[in-house]
């Protein structure tokens, strides 16, 4: 629950320096989070591995799955496999699907590249992957169905395009895909944290995530969630002694391979990376994902307001607020660099992405915020 908000912006002394706006870039890691993380590397330097066990374990190891499965809502939590990046995760599926020359995977124009590349390194197997053309910066699910056909087998997009925001609408895509016999998949960095996703509801196959933009965690972390029924269809491309059912019993060699997304795990996952994703997915449990919603698109229709009314052309969707995002990019007047820069030197940050500027206020900011944001661009 978002009731006290004032007390929850209290965890974020980012706010004491800056007007924070760049939240689909990183994310500040919450007071409380740091902290928390700070106490447990302080016991790993007085205690060794001892600070693993006991105290810490079950912070660490006991619920983080299952908490990163509640915040998805996956049926089980062994659909939720530990990755250093989004990109992880999607080089699991790409890597493990069983391709065939001729095939294709369908992505759209407007992805981060994170959701391009591993898909590209099919080519080499005789995979085609086709770009979805954006139509007004939204990717049209009837043009992800026009560039389907027999032989795709996948189709990947954002949840969130990164660049001008649109939320693709990931329902009515599931039923597309599956329709036309092909699987999932989703990268989901740019909207997970800000907007409510249950893959029970929407049946994605696939879906991956880092932690450190919007779920304010740490860099270089995230997850992979594979459903289960997908399972067999993954090869096991990589996998090793913690994958396994045994992997408690050192002495034996002939443990079978764990049935479940957690076979991907091939060694120590950072105990660092699963405390500080853990802390700040029960924030997000207790804040509300729901709340989270409605307040970042409140404060996205305030600058959007404010936008219009300096006369500057955004080019995030905003006619519908099913298309909306936490991302609002628009084209200054002049020099974007230049206004990047006065925004910087007024403590104002944002991205600055190729002729853009890209503004990305999480639940903490405030209308204040905003509003100086506002006079900034409109000094410019
Ligand atoms: C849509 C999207 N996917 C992925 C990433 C990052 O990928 P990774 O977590 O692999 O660094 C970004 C931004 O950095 C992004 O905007």
Redesign the pocket.
């Known amino acids: 629950m978002l009731d006290n908000l004032e007390a929850i912006r209290q965890d974020f002394p980012v706010t004491e320096r800056y007007t924070y706006l760049n939240h689909?870039s990183i994310g500040p890691v919450p007071r409380s989070t740091a902290q928390m993380m700070q106490s447990f590397l302080a016991a790993r330097s007085l205690t060794g591995g001892l600070a693993i066990q006991g105290e810490w374990e079950d912070r660490i190891y006991g619920t983080t799955r299952g908490n990163v499965a509640r915040l998805i809502n996956a049926r089980q939590e062994t659909e939720v496999t530990f990755t250093r990046?989004?990109?992880?995760g999607l080089n699991i599926v790409a890597a493990g699907l069983p391709w065939q020359a001729g095939d294709n995977v369908v992505c759209a124009e407007t992805?981060?590249p994170?959701?391009v590349y591993p898909w590209e390194n099919l080519r080499r197997k005789g995979v085609e992957v086709r770009f979805v053309k954006a139509e007004n910066n939204r990717i049209l699910p009837q043009s992800v169905a026009a560039a389907m056909d027999s032989r795709t087998r996948l189709v990947t997009l954002?949840f969130v395009e990164?660049a001008t925001g649109y939320r693709n609408d990931l329902d009515t895509l599931a039923d597309i895909v599956h329709r036309g016999g092909a699987l999932f998949c989703v990268?989901a960095?740019?909207g997970l944290g800000v907007f409510p996703v249950d893959v029970q509801q929407t049946p994605v196959d696939f879906l991956s995530a880092?932690s450190a933009?919007w779920l304010l965690g740490p860099v270089g972390f995230?997850f992979l969630y594979i459903r289960q029924e997908r399972l067999d269809e993954l090869d096991l491309i990589m996998t090793g002694w913690v994958g396994v059912e045994d992997w408690r019993d050192f002495f034996r060699y002939d443990s079978p391979f764990r049935h479940d997304a957690t076979r991907y795990e091939e060694g120590s996952i950072a105990p660092l990376m699963l405390l500080g994703l853990n802390q700040n997915v029960q924030h997000f449990l207790d804040w509300g994902v729901e709340d989270i919603s409605r307040r970042v698109l409140e404060l996205t229709e305030h600058l959007l307001t404010g936008l219009e009314r300096l006369d500057l052309t955004v080019i995030s969707p905003h006619e519908h607020e099913s298309e909306r995002s936490g991302i609002v990019s628009f084209v200054p007047k002049d020099d974007p660099a230049a206004l990047a820069a006065k925004l910087s030197t007024a403590g104002v940050i944002i991205s600055q992405r190729g002729n853009f500027i890209r503004v990305s206020p999480h639940f903490y900011n405030s209308h204040a915020e905003i509003d100086r944001t506002l006079a900034v661009i409109a000094a410019a």
């Not at 990046?85 to 992880?88: E, V």
């Open positions: 689909a990046n989004t990109s992880h992805e981060f994170a959701n954002s990164f990268d960095i740019q880092g933009k995230g």
